[in-house]
């Protein structure tokens, strides 16, 4: 019964390297979403996947990049980091788009040095 | 474009007195909204949701939102604080386009409830 897991939880990296952050859900959710939580900003929407093989920008696309190639994992990956992009980020699922809530992992802490 | 507005950073109340955490929200068509909870180092939770029907919305943890249309908002209440509510509290609103959706958050409220 882990619902939704992420993978790691705290991640140090160093400028211009590549690190993926992973997201695993066991409810077979249609929709999930990538966000990034900064002081000041609440929570951005970063991408987001309405099936597997399906994914769409959000508000701060730019710098990452998403894959679904199945229901269950939705891993995000930034090319280059930066230090801007140190941020909590976190991964959430939901069952149906409209009227139905989501469902958020436990988060992953990156600090780009 | 949709958003909402939680106009205070920090909400303070004594243990036993009622809360109350506002928010406010700019919608075109009808809103579709939320409150999440996050405790440190967690992340959110639903607490509750209006999509329509009563204007009162019961939710987890005792807590309720009255929504209001002519005042554009839904604040998020609490009859008796408790100091295990203290947390980040996040107003959103579903931003719908085509078969799409986004949650748009607000900024967050920190409540801090004190013995």
């Known amino acids: 019964d882990a619902g939704i897991t992420q993978s790691p939880r705290y991640k140090i990296t160093e400028t211009g390297r590549q690190v993926t952050l992973m997201c695993h859900q066991t409810?077979?959710?249609?929709?999930m979403f990538w966000y990034r939580q900064d002081l000041g900003h609440g929570l951005r929407l970063i991408y987001y996947?309405?099936?597997?093989?399906?994914?769409d920008k959000g508000e701060v696309p730019d710098g990452y990049v998403v894959s679904r190639s199945k229901t269950e994992n939705f891993p995000l990956t930034l090319e280059s980091a930066t230090r801007s992009q140190t941020s909590v980020y976190f991964c959430?699922?939901?069952?149906?788009?409209?009227?139905?809530?989501?469902?958020f992992g436990p988060g992953t802490r990156l600090t780009v040095t | 474009a949709q958003s909402v507005a939680q106009p205070e950073d920090q909400v303070n109340v004594a243990e036993g007195n009622p809360l109350t955490v506002k928010c406010t929200y700019s919608v075109s068509g009808n809103p579709y909204l939320f409150w999440y909870v996050q405790y440190p180092n967690r992340g959110l939770q639903f607490l509750l949701k209006?999509?329509?029907?009563?204007?009162l919305v019961k939710g987890s943890y005792g807590f309720e939102a009255e929504f209001n249309k002519s005042q554009t908002s839904f604040h998020l209440k609490k009859p008796s604080a408790l100091v295990s509510d203290s947390a980040l509290y996040f107003c959103?609103?579903?931003?719908?386009?085509?078969?799409?959706?986004?949650?748009?958050f607000g900024q967050g409220t920190t409540l801090q409830v004190k013995p």
């Open positions: 996947s309405a099936a597997a093989d399906i994914t």
């Open positions: 409810w077979s959710h249609s929709y």
């Open positions: 959103a609103v579903l931003q719908s386009s085509g078969n799409t959706g986004k949650l748009i």
């Open positions: 209006y999509i329509t029907g009563d204007n």
């Open positions: 959430a699922s939901s069952d149906q788009l409209v009227a139905y809530e989501q469902y």
